[in-house]
Structures are given as C-alpha cells and as structure tokens.
C-alpha cells in the first residue's frame, strides 16, 4: 500500500478539473461532485461557496470529509459512528458511477462523527462524552463498503463517541 496524503494541501496540490471529488456526510452519505464545476475566485472579494451548498439533494446535516478520486484503490477509509461502531473500507469500493450512495449501514438514531484514511495508523482511540479516552487494542479488520463495521467499544447507558484519534 502506498503513502496516503495526510494534511487537504496535500490532497488536493494536483488535483485536476477532470477530477471527481467525494464528499462523505454525517448521515453516511457520498456524493460525487466533478472538480471542474466548483466555482472559481476570482477577486479577493469572491468568499467562495459553502462545499454542503456545491452539491444538489445534499441531505446529510453537515459534510465529514472530502476525498480526490486520484488516490490509489488500496488506501483504507476509516469510518467511526456516535454508537462506536467501526469500520474500514477499501478505497476502490466507493468509486461508484453514481451521483449519491451510502458509505455505511447506520443503525437506527446513530450517525457518523469520522470519516477519513486510516493513513498507516495500526489502532484508534476513542474519545467519549464522559471525557475519558477508551484505545481499541486490536486493528480494525477491512469490511465492505455496505457493512456496518465492527463494535469498537461498549458503551454505558448515555455516553456516545464523540471523537477519534488514530494511532500508529
């Protein structure tokens, strides 16, 4: 597997026109939208668009992650729902010639707080709404794109995941 881009910059420095973006949502959506049809700035008053806004039938509530579709088959996409749900993704598997599609399987009420490359990190750790920080110790086996992933922490009566930070 190759080295996957870590910072946007970085994602996006050769991004060509002709280049398909994909936008993953909270709501486990992916949207596909062409490079070539975001609107340029042209004068330092142009304040840009707001990426939710680019993309006809947006109905997630707000955008997780954008993702070129220059980036290599086998990188691995790392998805994490509110329930502590895991999972991981090839790359290729998202490469669908369709407009919108889900990314996940989401359980009733539950939503995605992550989504991004896992970038060579081996486990994650698991920040909850309680404040205390729960690691997963053993690596997140691969799934399909239509899965809901694995359990990565049970979770008491009330506390959610509220973030994630990889680990290598």
């Given at each position: 597997m190759q080295k996957s881009a870590t910072t946007?910059?970085?994602?996006?420095?050769?991004?060509?026109?002709?280049?398909?973006?994909?936008f993953l949502g909270n709501r486990a959506g992916v949207y596909q939208l062409c490079a070539g049809d975001i609107p340029e700035c042209r004068s330092a008053k142009d304040k840009g668009?707001?990426?939710?806004?680019?993309?006809?039938?947006f109905s997630d509530d707000y955008l997780l992650c954008v993702l070129p579709s220059t980036l290599p088959d086998?990188?691995?996409?790392l998805t994490a729902t509110e329930r502590g749900m895991l999972?991981?993704?090839?790359?290729a598997e998202y490469k669908i010639n369709r407009k919108k599609y889900e990314s996940a399987l989401l359980r009733d009420g539950d939503?995605?707080?992550?989504?991004?490359?896992?970038?060579?990190?081996s486990t994650v750790d698991m920040l909850l709404s309680d404040g205390k920080k729960k690691p997963r110790?053993?690596?997140?086996?691969?799934?399909?794109?239509?899965?809901?992933?694995?359990?990565?922490?049970?979770?008491?009566?009330?506390?959610t995941v509220t973030a994630?930070?990889?680990?290598k």
């Open positions: 946007p910059e970085e994602l996006f420095v050769k991004t060509r026109t002709d280049v398909t973006l994909y668009v707001i990426p939710e806004k680019l993309i006809r039938d086998d990188e691995i996409l999972k991981c993704s090839a790359f939503k995605l707080i992550y989504a991004g490359l896992l970038g060579g990190a110790k053993d690596p997140i086996p691969v799934t399909g794109r239509r899965t809901y992933g694995v359990r990565g922490i049970k979770l008491p009566e009330g506390v994630i930070a990889k680990r």
